[in-house]
Structures are given as structure tokens and as C-alpha cells.
């Protein structure tokens, strides 16, 4: 049955690739509920995450059965350009210039009319090409960050983007500042934030008050303590459900993956997994491949440190090179900045991953407002 359903899926090729998916992760998801052969194995588990295991394993295997020829061929996609690695840096300077207005704003020394609560800050950090109340980069800071360039490790550059970390923490960014070792648990700042202050001397800024986040925790944890309460009180009466004491099913558990796939699935099927699998194991030396291909195509001679071992040599070699011509490509890429800023050109509307602060805002915007009622003040941010 799975089997033509896939095959009637990848028919539709007016569909898009998202959509096959979702039609094919339906089919495999109504047979892992009405199947029978799979009735005692999930028998086993905790019926909360039964459910959620079946909605992970669908969605996971119709991606994966949708787009087997890239796993089992191995396709890689598109290597970035050098110039096009020089233009996503270029941004980073942006970024920290954001972070220092989020530490005036939040001591209430400056105002900002776009900005109306913290998280405003990781909204426009999200779209930071489009920020408009950012000043445009001077050549003093391109040159700065050109020093941070020459003297950064490669990993160091990419890394923090790599992970998509939050370049406008504001509450684990000043704890690492302040050294709070044995509470700090969260993001420490980027290497190119660390330099900057270094080289700026703006690590005060952390020392400015948090008066803005003060007054917004205030009125947030007022609305969410009335939400609480209205909910235990909505609830109270309701009896509670039995305790589930089954052990969890989880899809990322690799052995109980593995343990459902050899005892449920087709031998297609599996092999379809196998090579998934073979794809990925293979993934940690994608950084030697890569290495290799950047080194093959170099346009100077390279030459590799004999004091380390072979692999992490070129390793070592491959990424000094790329830094390089990351750092040569950057008068170019400043070159047309510069020159879309004097036109009023537009930047590239770049699609992000996770566009996920807008909503987040929105959301504590309203708990704000819900507890300025509450205290009998103006539902406004005139704070």
C-alpha cells in the first residue's frame, strides 16, 4: 500500500516537494494507526508519545522516501562562493551595532520608534539587511572587522550562523560578561562580539540597568500568574488522568528506530534507511572532502603544516586559504553595499530558516498590555 502511495506522490509532480511530503507522511501515518501488525509493539510505550513517535516517523519517512535518490546518490548541493561567504559576514557588523543600541535602549537612554518591546531587537535581527534605523557601515568599522578577519580562526566566522544562534541575546550575553560561571548555561557571545569589545572598550555596556526588561518581566509575570490561576480554576474539577508509567517512545532513539524499522518495514524500505544512514555516517568527513576540493581548485600553491597530522592538515591548509580569499573578496562586496546604500537599492530578500521572533513578540507584547491592565494602567507601552 505505501508503496503505490509513493509512487502516486511523486506522480504529482504539479505538487510541490513540501506538499508530496505532507500527502505521503498522511498515508504513512494512517497506516501506523490502523495497521494492526503494529498494535503490540506500541502497546509497550506511553500512549502520549506513541502518538507523537507515529507523527515524527511518517513525516521522517515520507521525507526521506520523497527525496531518496539525494540520499542514496549522495548529491551534494551548491558550495557557497567566496564572495557570497564575504556578504553573509558583512552583516555581523550590523548585527553588534543592534546589540549595542538593545543595551542603550534597554537603560532607557535612547528611543527607538520602531522598537517597542526587548524582543523587537531579535525581530529585526532576523531581517537585519533590511534594519532601517541602523546607521550604514563606515570604513572605520570595515576596516575593524577586517582586523577581526585576519586574526580569527575560520570556524570562528561561521560557526555562530552554522548554529543559528541568537546574535541579540541580551540575558546570556551580559551573564557571560559578568563571569556568573555557575549559573550561566546559555549562548556565549560570538568571537567577533568578543573582539569588538576588546578592541572598543564597550563591554560597559553591560553594565548599563536593565530598566526596560525590568518593567516588561513585571508585567508579563503578572499576566501569565492571572493565566495560571483562571486555568487551575478552569481545571479544577477535572479529573486527572491516569499516570502513563510506559517507558517513552522516541524516533531519536536510534536503536528503538532501528528495532521499528527491521520489524516493521520492507526490505526496500530498509534499504532506503541504510543508505540514509550510510549518508550521514559519512557526513563528519565531509570537512576533509571539502577541504580536499577547496585545495584542488586553489589558485596558489598551498602548502600543508607537517607538524600536524595529515588529516587535520589540510583541514588547517583548505581553511587558511578560504579565510583568505573570504577576506579578498570583501572590498568587492563592500564596494556594492556601499553602492545600494548611496542608490536606495533594496538588499536581497533572503528566506529565513526560522522566522520565529515576530510571533514570540507579538505574544509578549500581549502579556504586557493584559498586565498593565491588570494593574489598572493605560493598555499602552508608555512605560
Same mark, same amino acid.
Given at each position: ?13 504539479? +505538487? ?12 504513512? +501515518? ?6 494492526? !501488525? ?60 543592534? *546589540? ?32 532601517? *534605523?541602523?546607521?550604514?557601515? /563606515? =570604513? ?7 582586523? *577581526?578577519?585576519? =586574526? ?6 561561521? /560557526? ?13 550575553f551580559k551573564d ?23 578592541? /572598543? ?13 525590568? !518593567? ?21 474539577? !477535572? ?54 576540493? /577547496? ?34 573578496? *570583501? ?6 553595499y556601499l553602492f545600494r546604500i548611496?542608490?536606495? +537599492? ?38
Open positions: 500500500m505505501t508503496e503505490e502511495t509513493e509512487h502516486a506522490a511523486n506522480e504529482k509532480s504539479s +505538487l510541490s516537494e513540501s506538499d508530496r511530503i505532507k500527502l505521503l507522511s498522511e498515508e504513512y +501515518l494512517k497506516d501506523l494507526n490502523e495497521n494492526s !501488525k503494529y498494535k503490540d509493539f506500541f502497546e509497550q510505550f506511553n500512549a502520549s508519545s506513541v502518538k507523537s513517535f507515529k507523527e515524527s516517523y511518517a513525516k521522517d519517512k515520507a521525507d526521506i522516501a520523497i527525496r531518496k535518490e539525494y540520499f542514496i546518490h549522495q548529491c551534494e548541493g551548491n558550495e557557497s562562493t567566496f564572495s557570497g561567504m564575504a556578504s553573509k559576514l558583512l552583516w555581523q557588523m550590523q548585527q553588534r551595532k543592534l *546589540f549595542d543600541l538593545q543595551c542603550l535602549w534597554r537603560a532607557e537612554q535612547i528611543e527607538i520608534p520602531e522598537i517597542t518591546i526587548s524582543e523587537d531587537f531579535k525581530v529585526h535581527s532576523e531581517n537585519i539587511e533590511h534594519c532601517s *534605523f541602523l546607521s550604514p557601515i /563606515t =570604513q572605520m568599522e570595515y576596516d575593524r572587522y577586517i582586523s *577581526f578577519l585576519e =586574526q580569527a580562526d575560520f570556524d570562528d566566522l561561521f /560557526t555562530y550562523d552554522r548554529y543559528l544562534l541568537d546574535w541579540q541575546n541580551y540575558d546570556d557571560y560578561a559578568a563571569d556568573i560561571e555557575s549559573e550561566y548555561i546559555g549562548d556565549e557571545p560570538p568571537e567577533w562580539y568578543q573582539y569588538y569589545e576588546l578592541v /572598543t572598550g564597550l563591554s560597559t555596556l553591560y553594565n548599563l540597568p536593565d530598566i526596560k526588561g525590568g !518593567k516588561e518581566k513585571k508585567y508579563a509575570d503578572l499576566a501569565r500568574e492571572r493565566d495560571r490561576k483562571l486555568w487551575e480554576e478552569k481545571n479544577k474539577n !477535572k479529573q486527572a488522568l491516569p499516570l502513563d508509567t510506559r517507558p517513552r517512545l522516541d524516533l531519536f532513539d536510534r536503536e528503538m528506530k532501528t528495532e521499528f524499522i527491521k520489524r516493521f518495514e520492507d526490505y526496500k524500505t530498509q534499504y532506503m534507511y541504510e543508505c540514509n544512514d550510510k549518508y550521514y555516517s559519512v557526513y563528519d568527513d565531509r570537512d576533509l572532502d571539502d577541504a580536499i576540493e /577547496t585545495l584542488h581548485f586553489a589558485d596558489r600553491e598551498i602548502y600543508l603544516n607537517p607538524a600536524l597530522p595529515w588529516r587535520e592538515s589540510i583541514i588547517a591548509s583548505a581553511n587558511n586559504y578560504s579565510k583568505q580569499k573570504v577576506i579578498e573578496a *570583501f572590498p568587492g562586496v563592500y564596494k556594492n548611496e542608490n536606495h +537599492l533594496e538588499f536581497e530578500k533572503k528566506q529565513k530558516s526560522m522566522p520565529m521572533y515576530k510571533h514570540t513578540s507579538e505574544l509578549l507584547k500581549g502579556l504586557i498590555l493584559d498586565g498593565r491592565e491588570i494593574l489598572g494602567e493605560p493598555r499602552d507601552f508608555n512605560y
